[in-house]
């Protein structure tokens, strides 16, 4: 069966560094997505990547591995309004998206 | 940017009534849209892929009977949740591919939908 799995929850401290892993185990790959959702708000778009290395968009950075079926979002100078589900999802061999549950970070002061 | 309106945002009704969610592209057309439901602290689970002028493809287990999807235009899919009951209680969320990107397009996503059933 097709599978990803990332922490249900994290905890970090303002002005910190936090990295929310995603292991995938699906047919086929296409792309790996992260998005940010806000609770009671859908969830709005973070990064891509389809190809092995790190991609850097400001704060936040986003890495892959296909051959260990292994990404990672690293979320930098952590601000209050990060606390958020952060959702991982994976494009199949039939481009459908598979979503993971998504790992609720918490941002304490 | 991409921007998809949903509505209502909220919207409470009676065992047994019809409910209809709309979903617009405000500043793109969008060939395909796409029908999410999301439980507390679940993930998103896919119901059905919408494409304009045709059928709606549903997942496994979906009834198509009970969620009619109608995809008239390149800006606006339709969700009705008919005859509802108090397990539809749910955030439902659409998004939408813009007409010529292809299967690794970006979706942009609406606001999302809390449908209550009392």
């Known amino acids: 069966g097709q599978n990803i799995d990332q922490p249900t929850e994290m905890t970090a401290t303002e002005g910190a560094i936090v990295q929310i892993n995603c292991t995938y185990q699906t047919s086929g790959f296409n792309g790996l997505f992260w998005y940010q959702q806000h609770a009671g708000e859908a969830p709005t778009f973070l990064s891509y990547?389809?190809l092995d290395g790190l991609e850097e968009k400001g704060r936040f950075s986003s890495f892959l591995s296909r051959s260990k079926g292994y990404s990672y979002l690293l979320l930098k100078e952590l601000q209050m309004k990060d606390s958020a589900s952060y959702l991982c999802a994976v494009k199949d061999s039939n481009y459908q998206l598979i979503w993971g549950a998504g790992t609720k970070l918490i941002i304490k002061p | 940017g991409a921007v998809v309106s949903q509505h209502p945002s909220r919207v409470i009704c009676k065992s047994g009534t019809s409910v209809k969610i709309e979903c617009r592209s405000l500043?793109?057309?969008?060939?395909?849209m796409f029908w999410y439901r999301q439980f507390p602290k679940q993930s998103l689970m896919l119901m059905a892929t919408?494409?304009?002028?045709?059928?709606?493809?549903?997942e496994q287990g979906v009834e198509k009977d009970k969620f009619l999807i109608n995809h008239a235009s390149l800006t606006l899919s339709t969700l009705t949740v008919t005859s509802a009951h108090p397990e539809d209680s749910s955030f439902y969320i659409c998004s939408a591919r813009p007409r010529g990107q292809g299967e690794s397009g970006e979706l942009f996503f609406g606001e999302g939908s809390r449908l209550t059933v009392l």
């Open positions: 500043d793109f057309q969008a060939t395909t």
């Open positions: 919408s494409n304009e002028g045709s059928k709606a493809t549903y």
């Open positions: 990547n389809v």
